[in-house]
Structures are given as C-alpha cells and as structure tokens.
C-alpha cells in the first residue's frame, strides 16, 4: 500500500486507508448517503467492504466525489457522461500491462463503463482495484485529462 498521508489537526492518515463509514463520510462532503451509493451503484466510485458489507471510504473516495460533484454542478456532465469519459482513460498504457490493441482486454473494448466497474475487470486485474494506479490516480479533473492525452 502506497504511503501517501495527510496531516490531520491531531494525526496523520493514510490517505488510501478505508476509515469513513459511509454516514461520516456524507456528512463531510455534504452530499445524501443515497448520493454516495449511486455514485458506487454507478460506478464511479468504489468503496471497501467490511465482512459484515458495510461501506467504508478513505480519503481518497472523498477526493473522487469532490471532483463528480464538481463534474455534475460546473460542467453539466450527467452519470452516463462521466462513466463514458472514465471508460476512456487508457489503463493499458498507465500500467504498461498489454498492447494498444488488445483486443481480449476488457479494460480496452468497454466504451461505456470506467475498467474498475466492468464485470470481468482487465486482463492482469489486481484482487482490489482500490489499489491499482488506474483507480488511484483519478483524483481531479485534471488527473482525468492527463490521462486521457497519455502518450
Ligand atoms: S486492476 Fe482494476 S482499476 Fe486497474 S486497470 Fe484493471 S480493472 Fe482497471
């Protein structure tokens, strides 16, 4: 796990680290726990899972909803806009895992769904992509046009 923190007023926190439930986490960002379910339920964002199937977030879950809020209300995207232009971000070459034109990739044919939400993941999935640089590195707006003019 990357060791990415942030200062807190009394302590440091991993900034990858599940440790919002999912009330917390609405009431920080101002937005309806509904909210944050269909953004998950929309694949935009993904969330741990505790055993018991309670959501947890980290910080940088809080980060990606930052940046669709801002998508939704200064841009005018709607879910299914933001899904196609995450779906484009071009992991195969983030990851340096296969060709331009791997066909077999799901990562690579799905136009409509951003990778980390398709069923059948890509070819070299890792178990949780909360920890792949693909998931990890769409943060802001500007993350998402880096990106996408990757050569
Ligand atoms: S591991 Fe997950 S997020 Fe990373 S490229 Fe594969 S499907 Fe996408």
Known sequence: MDKKTIKNSKFEI?????????GIASERLGVSVHTLRQYETEGLILSHK????????SEMELDKVRCIKKMIQEQGLNFEGIRQLMSLIPCWKIRTCC?????ECKSYTSRKTPCWSTKEKCK??????RD????????????LKKFLYKK
Do not use: F, K, W
């Not at 991993?14 to 439930?21: A, D």
């Not at 070299?124 to 992509?129: A, E, Q, R, T």
């Not at 990890?136 to 993350?143: A, E, F, K, N, T």
């Open 99 to 103: 060709d331009n034109e791997d066909e």
């Open 132 to 143: 792949c640089e693909v998931y990890r590195g769409l943060i802001s707006c500007d993350d």
């Open 50 to 57: 505790t055993n018991t199937r309670r959501r947890i977030y």
């Open 124 to 129: 070299y999935p890792y178990p949780d992509c």
């Open 14 to 22: 991993n900034y990858y680290e599940p440790i919002y439930t999912i």
